[in-house]
Protein backbone atom coordinates (compact mmCIF):
# COMPACT_ATOMS: atom_id res chain seq x y z
CA UNK A 1 0.00 0.00 0.00
CA UNK A 2 1.68 3.38 -0.79
CA UNK A 3 -0.45 6.73 0.27
CA UNK A 4 -0.19 10.50 -0.46
CA UNK A 5 -2.31 13.15 1.03
CA UNK A 6 -4.73 12.69 -1.91
CA UNK A 7 -4.29 9.27 -3.07
CA UNK A 8 -4.05 6.02 -2.13
CA UNK A 9 -3.05 2.87 -3.75
CA UNK A 10 -3.49 -1.06 -2.48
CA UNK A 11 -1.02 -3.56 -5.30
CA UNK A 12 -1.72 -7.25 -5.31
CA UNK A 13 0.71 -9.16 -7.21
CA UNK A 14 0.45 -12.96 -6.95
CA UNK A 15 3.02 -15.43 -6.10
CA UNK A 16 7.05 -15.15 -4.63
CA UNK A 17 8.69 -11.83 -4.05
CA UNK A 18 11.41 -13.26 -6.30
CA UNK A 19 9.20 -13.72 -8.92
CA UNK A 20 7.11 -10.32 -8.54
CA UNK A 21 9.33 -8.08 -10.56
CA UNK A 22 8.80 -9.80 -13.99
CA UNK A 23 5.38 -9.84 -13.59
CA UNK A 24 4.78 -6.34 -12.55
CA UNK A 25 2.68 -5.95 -15.58
CA UNK A 26 0.28 -8.18 -14.53
CA UNK A 27 -0.49 -5.95 -11.47
CA UNK A 28 -4.10 -5.79 -10.00
CA UNK A 29 -4.98 -3.36 -6.88
CA UNK A 30 -7.12 -0.68 -5.94
CA UNK A 31 -6.80 3.23 -6.09
CA UNK A 32 -8.87 6.01 -4.48
CA UNK A 33 -8.82 9.44 -4.35
CA UNK A 34 -8.80 10.12 -0.97
CA UNK A 35 -9.96 13.91 -0.89
CA UNK A 36 -12.75 13.07 -3.40
CA UNK A 37 -13.77 9.77 -1.85
CA UNK A 38 -12.73 9.49 1.79
CA UNK A 39 -14.39 6.50 2.76
CA UNK A 40 -12.60 4.49 -0.34
CA UNK A 41 -16.05 3.58 -1.69
CA UNK A 42 -15.04 4.04 -5.78
CA UNK A 43 -11.76 1.71 -7.23
CA UNK A 44 -10.31 3.83 -9.49
CA UNK A 45 -7.21 1.35 -10.66
CA UNK A 46 -8.82 0.36 -13.56
CA UNK A 47 -9.90 3.69 -15.21
CA UNK A 48 -7.95 4.71 -17.81
CA UNK A 49 -7.83 8.77 -16.78
CA UNK A 50 -6.44 7.88 -13.83
CA UNK A 51 -3.53 5.64 -15.14
CA UNK A 52 -1.14 8.33 -14.83
CA UNK A 53 -1.39 9.05 -10.93
CA UNK A 54 -1.96 4.80 -10.99
CA UNK A 55 1.41 4.78 -12.63
CA UNK A 56 3.23 7.05 -10.69
CA UNK A 57 2.58 5.51 -7.39
CA UNK A 58 3.07 2.53 -8.38
CA UNK A 59 6.26 3.29 -9.34
CA UNK A 60 7.21 4.98 -6.11
CA UNK A 61 5.89 1.91 -3.75
CA UNK A 62 7.91 -0.41 -6.25
CA UNK A 63 11.07 2.11 -6.23
CA UNK A 64 10.59 2.01 -2.03
CA UNK A 65 10.36 -1.91 -1.70
CA UNK A 66 13.34 -2.13 -4.10
CA UNK A 67 15.78 0.17 -2.00
CA UNK A 68 14.53 -1.37 1.67
CA UNK A 69 14.79 -5.09 -0.17
CA UNK A 70 18.16 -3.89 -0.87
CA UNK A 71 19.22 -2.70 2.46
CA UNK A 72 19.56 -6.30 3.68
CA UNK A 73 15.84 -8.35 3.70
CA UNK A 74 14.96 -9.91 6.30
CA UNK A 75 11.90 -11.59 4.13
CA UNK A 76 12.94 -14.23 1.86
CA UNK A 77 9.76 -16.12 1.21
CA UNK A 78 9.08 -19.33 3.18
CA UNK A 79 12.50 -20.02 4.00
CA UNK A 80 12.66 -17.48 6.08
CA UNK A 81 16.51 -16.97 7.54
CA UNK A 82 17.76 -20.01 6.00
CA UNK A 83 19.19 -18.58 2.85
CA UNK A 84 21.09 -16.23 4.83
CA UNK A 85 22.68 -18.41 7.18
CA UNK A 86 26.17 -20.81 5.75
Known amino acids: M ?13 GSVAESA ?7 GELYHLT ?4 EW ?6 EQHAVIREQLKTE ?10 KGPFFYDR ?7 R
Not at 2 to 14: F, H, P, Q
Not at 36 to 39: G, I, L, R
Not at 42 to 47: G, Q, V
Not at 79 to 85: D, I
Request: charged share 30%; hydrophobic share 40%.
Open 61 to 70: LLMHLAVSWA
Open 22 to 28: SRVHETK
Open 2 to 14: WRTAEWKLILYME
Open 42 to 47: KNLYDE
Open 79 to 85: GGTKQLE
Open 36 to 39: VDPH
